[in-house]
């Protein structure tokens, strides 16, 4: 197996994750981003990131190795987890533009305490 390949074909997948090829097949039916469609024949390939969801819903689904939940329940773990990731993401942001505007305002102050000391 090659392992610089920006696509992995459901047989390499199949391997690296321990999922029968037929189990993708209807996964990549039941959740959108699941694969990659190329070509003409619109063969499913796998980038690392639909590797990467794929290993996700093996967890949700197969928790200790045992089928635990339904495919619903896993679509809204599934969705729970892109929001919990997009709010920590809209935070982040958050936190820089209120550390860069107190940068600011400490600059402003610092500047008109300087002039009020000139004045003076």
Known sequence: MIHNKNYKSISEVSELLK???HVIRY???RFEGISTRLGSR???FFS???IKKLQDLKNILYANGKSHNSFD?????IVKKKLS???SINESDTNKQ???SIKILNEISTDLKKILDSLN
């Open 48 to 50: 690392s990131i639909n």
């Open 27 to 29: 996964w990549d039916t």
């Open 19 to 21: 999922i029968k090829k």
């Open 98 to 100: 209120v550390n860069n």
């Open 85 to 87: 990731k997009k709010n």
């Open 42 to 44: 619109k063969r499913r």
């Open 73 to 77: 329940l896993a679509n809204k773990l």
